[in-house]
């Protein structure tokens, strides 16, 4: 009998279930029973407000020890995760190593906050339930198993998607959302910069700002080009001018200056 059987009544169970108390544990339980995970997160982004948690579940403790103090307090605006939704990015099946930026695992953020939680793959299911608000399911193998998701673990979730979209879609669908007010990738550069300067007086140029994002979020000076449309060496500048205007010299101190910033500007 294969898994997808096994979870058919957890399937209808699920179905009964929308927009109940219990949708999110029988959502768990159904994709628990498809295939092995070690931890589930979902989560709700919005156009003018920070993230709301609305399900975490896991074997280990240190998957979500930090998610409301640190993710959910400005973090997510550096999260691979949370630029699918800021960039309307297609509903669907994403898997974290192929969206994240180059150097992702040698950022900060991934140092002090993802490396944390023992998570070692995660797949997020991306859907769009209502105007301005995006829901991800996040399903991850970490510490408590030691193991990515192989290639036919990663077919499976790839075909549930579509019943996943459907079922998020509909028990969500009354989430608030408003249109959207805010483009973080268009506008977090001048929001930072504004702050570093009533926080520390120190000012940064539009371009500054954007490279201090972008390496934040775990991109290379290449990556950075790209997106910017800028030569390597001229992103290697800014990144010269950043750091000697922040009195800096490493993407840690970088880290630290700016991640209280993001706290105060992440509504």
Not at 4 to 12: M, Q, Y
Not at 171 to 197: C, F, I, T, Y
Request: aromatic share 8%; charged share 20%.
């Amino acid at each position: 009998m294969t898994s997808t059987i096994r979870g058919a009544p957890l399937l209808g169970a699920l179905i009964e279930e929308l927009q109940g108390e219990g949708f999110e544990t029988l959502l768990d339980q159904w994709v628990s029973a498809c295939l092995p995970i070690d931890n589930v997160t979902i989560l709700a982004y919005f156009s003018n407000r920070r993230p709301k948690v609305l399900y975490a579940n896991a074997k280990m403790p240190e998957v979500h020890a930090r998610l409301e103090t640190d993710y959910v307090s400005g973090a997510y605006l550096v999260d691979p995760f949370f630029s699918l939704f800021d960039e309307s990015a297609p509903a669907g099946c994403h898997r974290l190593r192929d969206v994240a930026p180059d150097q992702f695992q040698r950022s900060e953020y991934f140092l002090r906050y993802y490396h944390r939680t023992t998570v070692i793959d995660e797949v997020a299911f991306v859907t769009y339930p209502s105007t301005g608000t995006s829901v991800h399911l996040c399903v991850g193998r970490d510490a408590a198993s030691g193991r990515q998701f192989s290639a036919g673990e990663l077919a499976t979730l790839r075909g549930m998607s579509p019943v996943l979209r459907a079922l998020m879609n509909r028990n969500w669908a009354s989430l608030l959302g408003e249109p959207r007010q805010v483009n973080w990738e268009k506008d977090l550069p001048g929001k930072l910069a504004k702050s570093m300067v009533l926080a520390h007086g120190i000012q940064l140029s539009p371009r500054q700002s954007e490279v201090a994002l972008h390496i934040l979020r775990g991109h290379s000076s290449v990556s950075i080009g790209l997106r910017l449309g800028l030569s390597s060496q001229t992103v290697k500048v800014f990144r010269k001018q950043l750091y000697k205007r922040c009195n800096i010299s490493s993407q840690a101190e970088l880290f630290s200056l700016m991640l209280p910033l993001l706290e105060q500007i992440g509504y």
